[in-house]
């Protein structure tokens, strides 16, 4: 049983910055991928950014490459989502994710674990 904690959500304008930060709970993290999901009022969930086991390998969806970043640290057990030049269309609830048999970062299935996850509110 893996428990996930997220932090780092808040209000931001146009532009600024967040960093979200998801710590787990239990053993073997590194044996987890891990995901940030999004998802906004009134539409689909989105897989945002998955991370690789040991971190050598990132998925990004193509609305935030070069405005986001996904890294982990294993011996935190933490994931960390840095989120740049927000848009108020990245305003979402934002969830943290792992899931030990994900062989594919682009496959936006159901996760094992979730977290109860974070808002995030962009302002125009």
């Known amino acids: 049983q893996v428990q996930l904690i997220e932090s780092g959500g808040g209000l931001v304008q146009t532009g600024g910055s967040l960093r979200l930060s998801c710590t787990a709970s239990g053993r073997a993290f590194s044996l987890y991928v891990m995901g940030w999901f999004r998802q906004a009022p009134g539409k689909e969930r989105e897989l945002v950014a998955a991370i690789s086991r040991g971190g050598g390998d990132t998925y990004l969806t193509d609305s935030v490459k070069g405005r986001f970043t996904i890294s982990r640290e294993n011996a935190k057990k933490t994931v960390f989502l840095q989120m740049n030049s927000l848009r108020p269309e990245d305003t979402a609830v934002y969830y943290c994710?792992?899931?030990?048999?994900?062989?594919?970062?682009?496959?936006?299935?159901?996760?094992?674990?979730w977290g109860q996850g974070t808002q995030v509110t962009v302002s125009s």
């Open positions: 994710n792992a899931d030990s048999t994900i062989a594919n970062l682009r496959a936006s299935r159901t996760y094992a674990y």
